[in-house]
T-cell receptor, first 113, second 114 residues
């Protein structure tokens, strides 16, 4: 079946602009996760959704970052007023239930000029 | 704090040779353990996982890993490496007590010599 999909695959933006990154989880997966992969910091957890609620937002680096999930499916990660340090690959994962295997999408590479 | 250590940043092995990638963790709860592989420009692909039970787990592509609680380790092994195994490998740890998020090691880049 279809895996986790993310769009766009690449995004280049100017410093100060807002960006939206989209994640389509595997159908039927109730849990959804966002991670960030950067050269300096490795793979870091950002936020976790169970259904449409986010019980763990502890990894969001600043209030410029927000995320939502609608219909228990698609999720959008929004970064406002982007900074150069936001440049990274943003990975989305989904799992069938809590603490189950997480399946990752191909990621969105964000470059902030 | 939870942490995962992959002590080897780079490893080079000859094709056909055996491989062992090390992973140690520090966790305050009973962990769930994973190995993922990432090829350049790709997402993470699950190789294998350990939740409970038999401490030797088999995964895809001929990989296996052994959970050793006394050593807080979950090392990945393969008896004979193929050139297509060249990639970056990540060990990850999670636990329900820490809210389901995965904590990743820094990764080990595997290069295969022909």
């Amino acid at each position: 079946g279809a895996g986790v999909s993310q769009s766009p695959s690449n995004k280049v933006t100017e410093k100060g602009k807002d960006v939206e990154l989209r994640c389509d989880p595997i159908s039927g997966h109730t849990a959804l996760y966002w991670y960030r992969q950067s050269l300096g910091q490795g793979l870091e957890f950002l936020i976790y959704f169970q259904g449409n609620s986010a019980p763990d937002k502890s990894g969001l680096p600043s209030d410029r970052f927000s995320a939502e999930r609608t219909g228990g499916s698609v999720s959008t990660l929004t970064i406002q007023r982007t900074q150069q340090e936001d440049s990274a690959v943003y990975l989305c994962a989904s799992s069938l239930a809590d603490m189950n295997t997480q399946y990752f999408g191909p990621g969105t590479r964000l470059t902030v000029l | 704090a939870q942490s995962v250590t992959q002590p080897d940043i780079h490893i080079t092995v000859s094709e056909g040779a055996s491989l062992e990638l090390r992973c140690n963790y520090s966790y305050g709860a009973t962990p769930y353990l994973f190995w993922y592989v990432q090829s350049p420009g790709q997402g993470l692909q699950l190789l294998l996982k350990y939740f409970s039970g038999d401490t030797l787990v088999q995964g895809i592509k001929g990989f296996e890993a052994e959970f050793k609680r006394s050593q807080s380790s979950f090392n990945l092994r393969k008896p004979s490496v193929h050139w297509s195994d060249a990639a970056e490998y990540f060990c990850a740890v999670g636990a329900k007590e820490y809210g389901n998020k995965l904590v990743f090691g820094a990764g080990t880049i595997l290069r295969v010599k022909s």
